[in-house]
């Protein structure tokens, strides 16, 4: 059984094209290789409303993980945690946890600065420790704002923040293992082939015949242009317990592709 995984990246910055969506492309490689699936990432805007529908809409499909990504600090277009809420129907309230994550983030901050006033716990920092009810606070590694976790209905539920840097580390010291436990056995596998002098319509009979004679392997053909020719690259991945070696399935589905290229008039470079 796959471990499917929902991700929800907030921020209008996203969608006008201001900022790349960086996030996604990290999740989905790591994710990936460590034997999960994503399999759906939606891109939102700041508004609790929206936020707290597409939460709600991504439960509904009973995920096993559902990792939002964006809105968890100071400033006033970082909505997630009312989202969350609002999906959830629980009340807002701070959490001393989180609270205390913050300050000592703060405290530590300000020795780095020699900053050496007493540190006040203004709104803008309580806001970033104001949880729904009964979720649990993520210590961030690396910036001030705290993630959140719950579990809805079976599926858990992450918060993360925005800044690819703070993503990362929280995603590395608190889902990473999460994911490992659920994955258990499971195993990504990857193998490319790059066919030249051939067409990628006369390739498309070759994949569904090379996917029809080795079930679970999953073939994409990426059209791309080298420095002399134009080269189709050909993607093979698979996703099955390690116990039974997809290492030989995987080159046994590329050499048979490899094979079907070079009859009908194609070279062949396998990397």
């Known amino acids: 059984m796959s471990v499917n995984i929902e991700v929800i990246c907030i921020g209008n910055e996203l969608l006008i094209g201001k900022i790349q969506n960086t996030n996604a492309h990290w999740l989905s490689q790591h994710i990936t290789k460590l034997g999960a699936k994503i399999t759906r990432i939606s891109v939102i805007q700041d508004l609790i409303p929206e936020i707290a529908q597409t ?14 990504t964006g809105g968890l600090g100071p400033t006033f277009d970082d909505k997630t945690f009312q989202g969350i809420a609002l999906a959830l129907n629980r009340r807002l309230q701070v959490d001393q946890k989180a609270l205390e994550m913050v300050k000592q983030k703060c405290v530590e901050y300000a020795k780095k600065s020699h900053y050496l006033s007493e540190i006040e716990l203004t709104p803008p920092r309580v806001k970033m420790a104001t949880f729904p009810d009964k979720t649990n606070p993520i210590s961030n590694p690396i910036g001030t704002a705290p993630g959140l976790c ?4 079976g599926t858990v539920l992450f918060a993360l923040p925005g800044v690819p840097m ?8 608190s889902i990473l293992p999460v994911i490992k436990q659920k994955v258990g056995a499971s195993i990504f596998c990857e193998q490319s082939i790059f066919a030249y002098d051939i067409m990628e319509s006369c390739l498309a009979p070759i994949i ?5 004679d080795n079930r679970g392997i999953y073939i994409k053909s990426h059209p791309m242009r080298t420095v002399d ?5 050909l993607h093979l991945t698979i996703l099955i317990n390690k116990n039974k070696n997809p290492v030989e399935k995987l080159l046994k589905a590329a050499k048979m592709l490899a094979c079907l290229i070079e009859e009908n008039g194609g070279t062949v470079f396998l990397e």
């Open 55 to 68: 939460v709600n809409e991504a439960i509904k499909r009973k995920p096993h993980l559902v990792i939002t």
């Open 150 to 153: 719950v579990e809805v209905a």
């Open 166 to 173: 703070e993503m990362e580390a929280i995603f590395t010291e």
């Open 208 to 212: 569904d015949s090379t996917m029809a």
């Open 229 to 233: 020719k134009p080269c189709i690259e």
